[in-house]
């Protein structure tokens, strides 16, 4: 039986899924597994130092970034907060540029030691990739994750990178919420699956 359009939109998220690449900040590749390790001990570093996880994003990747602040903190009990309030992107937007809405959030509320979660589709924000400049110059770990050209500049701004190789909105958006979500998990409750509360749902 020839496969429907939705069968076939799960079997590309599933190609691309195991197509996710992992970089350190000098472009060497490393494993996913690796790269995901370094951000969640990043995470329980910041918190147990008295610092934090911040998570960035425009439009689609906002959301992300508010839904994995919510997580870190409420699941992981870990100090968490995303950099989208309306008043404060409006306020800066508007004074500043666009340009500047999260750079300069981090400029006045980052320190030293902090984790920076860095989330764009296209990899090719200028306020994205201005606040990644800002957070390493305080001192800031860097996580980022991107995905459409390979050739993004974000995939090789952080310490860590991760990168969906796709130029669909979809496919990328919902690999990085999954990719943040198994950090997450991997972190609270070890590295089995069956160690994910599978059996509650018995």
Same mark, same amino acid.
Request: proline fraction near 2%; hydrophobic fraction near 40%.
């Given at each position: 039986?020839?496969? *429907?359009?939705?069968?076939?939109?799960? &079997?590309?998220?599933? @190609?691309? %899924?195991? %197509?996710?690449?992992?970089?350190?900040?000098?472009?060497?590749?490393?494993?996913?597994?690796?790269?995901?390790?370094?951000? =969640?001990?990043?995470?329980?570093?910041?918190?147990?130092? $008295?610092?934090?996880?911040?998570? +960035?994003?425009?439009?689609?990747?906002?959301?992300?970034?508010?839904?994995?602040?919510?997580? /870190? @903190?409420?699941?992981? #009990?870990?100090?968490?907060?995303?950099? *989208?309030?309306?008043?404060?992107?409006?306020?800066?937007?508007?004074?500043?540029?666009?340009?500047?809405? /999260?750079? #300069?959030? +981090?400029?006045?509320?980052?320190?030293?030691?902090?984790?920076?979660?860095?989330?764009?589709?296209? =990899?090719?924000?200028?306020?994205?990739?201005?606040?990644?400049?800002?957070? #390493?110059?305080?001192?800031?770990?860097?996580?980022?994750?991107?995905? /459409? $050209?390979? &050739?993004?500049?974000?995939?090789?701004? =952080?310490?860590? *990178?991760?990168?969906?190789?796709?130029? #669909?909105? $979809?496919?990328?958006?919902?690999?990085? %919420?999954?990719?943040?979500?198994?950090?997450?998990?991997? %972190?609270?409750? $070890?590295?089995?699956?069956? @160690?994910?509360?599978?059996?509650?749902?018995?």
């Amino acid at each position: 039986m020839k496969k *429907n359009v939705f069968e076939r939109y799960f &079997d590309t998220l599933r @190609s691309i %899924s195991s %197509s996710i690449e992992s970089s350190d900040e000098n472009g060497t590749p490393l494993s996913l597994g690796d790269a995901a390790e370094w951000i =969640g001990q990043q995470a329980l570093r910041a918190q147990d130092g $008295g610092n934090r996880t911040i998570f +960035i994003g425009n439009g689609g990747s906002a959301t992300i970034a508010s839904h994995m602040a919510v997580d /870190f @903190s409420k699941n992981g #009990k870990l100090r968490a907060l995303a950099f *989208n309030d309306a008043a404060f992107l409006t306020c800066l937007g508007n004074d500043l540029g666009y340009e500047n809405v /999260f750079s #300069k959030q +981090i400029e006045m509320h980052a320190t030293s030691g902090d984790l920076l979660v860095a989330i764009s589709s296209s =990899g090719r924000s200028p306020n994205i990739l201005k606040a990644v400049a800002t957070a #390493k110059e305080i001192g800031c770990k860097v996580a980022t994750l991107s995905g /459409f $050209g390979a &050739d993004n500049p974000l995939r090789r701004s =952080g310490d860590i *990178n991760l990168y969906v190789p796709s130029d #669909k909105y $979809g496919y990328v958006e919902l690999l990085h %919420s999954v990719l943040l979500h198994a950090v997450l998990d991997i %972190s609270m409750y $070890g590295d089995t699956p069956e @160690s994910f509360g599978t059996s509650e749902l018995a």
